[in-house]
């Protein structure tokens, strides 16, 4: 995609510009679902963050797919499958139930990936690590 049909899409009356806000919280709580078509991710605070505010996710594998999972807090979908993504956000929208039963799930799971839970977790493995000798191969 090229700038200037970028910029004819982002000029369109139906998408909204929002100023700069460094509490990001107002935008996932008028959400009704978190739709992440990524192609890769470095770091995927985004999706942590609409999980903790429970919002069903909608993503690629590459997009969160490794802490949502498809069919309990979202669903996974292919990022180049297009009818498979219309389908899946027409599911959502359509279906109240499945996504309050996504969100409840999707916060409960986001509850697993607190600074403080990862950081005990990545500490025990430490730890663990540290009690063998490390082996080097000659």
Not at 10 to 15: A, G, H, N, Y
Not at 73 to 100: C, H
């Amino acid at each position: 995609m090229d700038l200037i049909s970028c910029s004819k899409i982002l000029s369109r009356p139906d998408v909204v510009h929002s100023p700069y806000n460094p509490d990001i919280s107002w935008a996932y709580r008028q959400a009704d679902i978190f739709a992440f078509p990524s192609l890769e991710e470095g770091g995927l605070q985004v999706t942590y963050e609409a999980m903790a505010h429970g919002l069903p996710v909608l993503t690629s594998p590459m997009g969160a797919g490794s802490i949502a999972r498809d069919g309990i807090d979202g669903m996974i979908v292919a990022p180049y499958e297009q009818d498979a993504w219309v389908e899946a956000l027409q599911k959502l929208a359509s279906s109240p139930d499945l996504r309050t039963r996504f969100s409840d799930a999707a916060r409960q799971r986001a509850q697993e990936f607190t600074w403080e839970r990862v950081a005990n977790r990545r500490a025990k493995l430490m730890l663990e690590k540290l009690k063998y000798p490390i082996l080097s191969v000659q």
